[in-house]
């Protein structure tokens, strides 16, 4: 990493830090900018072990550890057994750059997709000890892990601190693990800090002139009015809506998880764990910012059965299809949720989000309500067939159609009876008549003979739709 590029995140960036970690960074930082020589390891350390690739290295299906190294083919994990989980340690203050050979998030997300791409690896776990660092390249960084999650599982781990941008790195993993009720998470908050050295420069007989071009009548101006103690500016226009983009990020990674709490206290008012505040890891389950207490072995562990469950595989691939895209927060909010906690409000909301995003033919059911119709299935096993139904059905709908038809053809009948059988007028519908007014009807006995009108009659009702009863 240039000099000039880490002074200047150290000078003027905004930073993502727990305040203790950035007190105890603040003698070296000064001395760096002295221009003195400065060493972020073990001076003692070996050229090989301050090698950036001396950050990551595999565990076999087998239990046994493989040193990454960069192969004659560029493939980082050439060496690594199929079904090994890559290791990458996150120490110490995070840059976007690579410095003095610790790991910088570029050269990070680079290893994640090398990860990714190779067909040896089958999880990564991040190992994180670290109070955070800068905002430049840490929501990239994040980005990237969740992208590889939505095809390899990626775990977190923390044995020590996790806070700040390495809580922002650590929520877009699936699963976040602490090693000991001791270890320290959150920080949860986006903070600038920088010094004001005028007076110091008075001292030494230096005076600092700085012009601003007519049209640039805001350059810099939210960091000159900082330094006179006007601190509006600069909150209103870089430290809260990069805040709120942190905030965002994490309710989304922890969606489902999460558990927000309004503290009023006169005229503040917090939501916690949102504020800024750290939490031990029991706490910080409760409130969940992590998942579990456990061993890095233990999470080797978890991380192997996880990748070669056939059962977890095939589901994985399914949520892999779909989150891929990046638009199932909900969906991907269910990973490592406890079995019989995921809630049918859980399941409709990402239904919802599957409709929004046009996916055809994919729908979302609870096991619960998966079993109920199985079961329901299986008591009408044998009963009723598929065609059969479908046989029942039309003849149904046949029989509605026809009988609204008959209806409207008795009801018409009815009508003309009535008509017809009504009060007599000036000539007689009724009675006994001869010769050609009479009309023989066959249906009664041959010797009995009716008037046109009582024929007529007699007709509709021969011709009248019987009804079923």
């Not at 970690?21 to 221009?35: C, D, I, S, T, W």
């Not at 239990?63 to 057994?81: H, I, M």
């Not at 995003?357 to 329901?376: F, H, M, W």
Request: aromatic content about 8%; charged content about 25%; glycine content about 8%.
């Amino acid at each position: 990493m240039k000099i000039n590029r880490l002074a200047s995140v150290i000078m003027r960036g905004t930073l993502l830090m727990d305040p203790r970690f950035a007190v105890g960074m603040m003698p070296m930082a000064a001395r760096f900018l002295n221009g003195e020589k400065v060493s972020f390891f073990d001076d003692d350390a070996s050229d090989e072990a301050k090698d950036p690739i001396a950050n990551t290295y595999c565990i076999s299906p087998e239990g046994n550890l493989v040193a990454s190294k960069r192969s004659d083919s560029g493939n980082l994990y050439q060496d690594a057994p199929v079904g090994s989980i890559m290791i990458i340690n996150i120490e110490g203050t995070i840059f976007k750059d690579d410095y003095c050979g610790a790991p910088g998030t570029d050269t990070m997300s680079q290893w994640v997709k090398e990860a990714v791409y190779s067909d040896n690896i089958a999880a990564v776990i991040l190992k994180i000890n670290s109070g955070g660092g800068s905002v430049e390249g840490t929501g990239e960084f994040a980005q990237t892990v969740k992208w590889a999650d939505a095809i390899k599982p990626m775990i977190a781990f923390t044995d020590g601190l996790c806070a700040s941008a390495a809580y922002w790195i650590a929520s877009a993993c699936r699963m976040i693990f602490a090693s000991y009720l001791t270890v320290e998470i959150g920080s949860i908050g986006t903070a600038i800090k920088f010094i004001d050295n005028r007076e110091a420069m008075k001292m030494y007989g230096y005076k600092e002139i700085y012009i601003n071009a007519d049209p640039s009548v805001d350059k810099n101006q939210d960091y000159y009015k900082a330094l006179d103690g006007d601190y509006g500016p600069i909150k209103v226009q870089i430290l809260n809506p990069t805040n709120d983009v942190f905030l965002l990020v994490v309710r989304e990674n922890r969606d489902g998880r999460l558990v927000e709490t309004s503290v009023k206290e006169g005229d503040i008012t917090r939501i916690e764990p949102l504020s800024g505040k750290v939490y031990l890891a029991k706490k910080a389950i409760e409130i969940g910012l992590i998942d579990e207490i456990s061993d890095f072995d233990s999470v080797c562990q978890y991380t192997m059965d996880l990748v070669q469950a056939p059962s977890t595989s095939k589901s994985q691939k399914t949520i892999n299809m779909l989150n891929v895209f990046g638009k199932f927060s909900k969906l991907n909010a269910l990973a490592g949720k406890a079995a019989g906690s995921v809630t049918a409000a859980d399941v409709e909301g990402i239904n919802e989000q599957i409709a929004a995003a046009n996916v055809p033919d994919v729908t979302l059911v609870l096991d619960s309500e998966l079993q109920g119709l199985q079961e329901k299935a299986a008591a009408t096993e044998g009963s009723v067939s598929a065609a059969d139904h479908k046989i029942a059905t039309d003849k149904i709908t046949k029989l509605e159609a026809d009988l609204k038809i008959e209806k409207t053809a008795k009801e018409a009948a009815e009508q003309k009876v009535a008509d017809l059988s009504g009060e007599p007028a000036d000539e007689p519908t009724g009675g006994k008549k001869t010769g050609s007014d009479t009309i023989p009807c066959t249906s009664i006995e041959e010797d009995i003979f009716y008037s046109e009108a009582d024929a007529e009659f007699a007709q509709i009702l021969a011709n009248q739709v019987q009804l079923p009863k």
